[in-house]
């Protein structure tokens, strides 16, 4: 099964090589950026063959470049998200964090990662720096209704779900089962019309 993930890995290489051979040429980069760009997209092609020991191993070299790369560090929670690994995928998103306390996708993906391991109480702690700094992140919005529905506090859950709805410019919200009366693990979508 490995020989078959390595040569996903060859094919998913291509455009990597394509990307660095265009760096060398055409683009006007220094030598340890033309280096880092490669490393990210050799470790990403690691990810999409599914070597993730590899991938991390790519990306704690772009940290002895950068040792507060930001990018490195959410690309880093979302290998071990995308794997169902949520506590593995905490401290890079804390880490984003400590680089920029104002970074909302590090604060929306870290409540993402409490969510799932049914920390709720953190992730609405999480989500408040994501609502304060960015008032109509629909999807944060959303997950606060998520996360106010499962500790039992139904109001909360219900204007976090509606703020969700006004902010949302397609119309589109998903939801648990407070105002779709959906069982609580399940997810509907609804279309709501401005």
Not at 45 to 63: G, H, N
Not at 76 to 91: K, N, S
Request: hydrophobic residues 40%.
């Amino acid at each position: 099964m490995r020989w078959i993930r390595l040569l996903r890995y060859c094919f998913y290489m291509i455009p990597v090589f394509w990307s660095l051979i265009k760096d060398l040429i055409w683009e006007d980069l220094s030598s340890e950026e033309i280096k880092i760009n490669y490393l990210f997209g050799k470790a990403g092609a690691y990810d999409q063959a599914d070597l993730l020991d590899s991938s991390v191993r790519v990306y704690e070299k772009v940290l002895k470049i950068d040792p507060n790369s930001i990018p490195v560090f959410l690309n880093l929670g979302g290998l071990y998200y995308r794997r169902g690994m949520f506590e593995a995928a905490v401290p890079y998103y804390e880490r984003v964090i400590r680089a920029n306390p104002k970074h909302y996708q590090g604060h929306y993906w870290l409540a993402m990662c409490y969510w799932k391991l049914r920390r709720y109480y953190a992730a609405i702690h999480t989500l408040e720096e994501v609502i304060e700094s960015l008032p109509t992140f629909k999807d944060a919005l959303n997950l606060m209704g998520e996360c106010y529905e499962q500790i039992g506090e139904a109001s909360k859950a219900e204007h976090y779900y509606l703020k969700a709805i006004s902010a949302d410019p397609n119309g589109i919200v998903i939801h648990g089962g407070l105002l779709g009366n959906a069982a609580p693990d399940r997810k509907s979508e609804h279309r709501v019309k401005h």
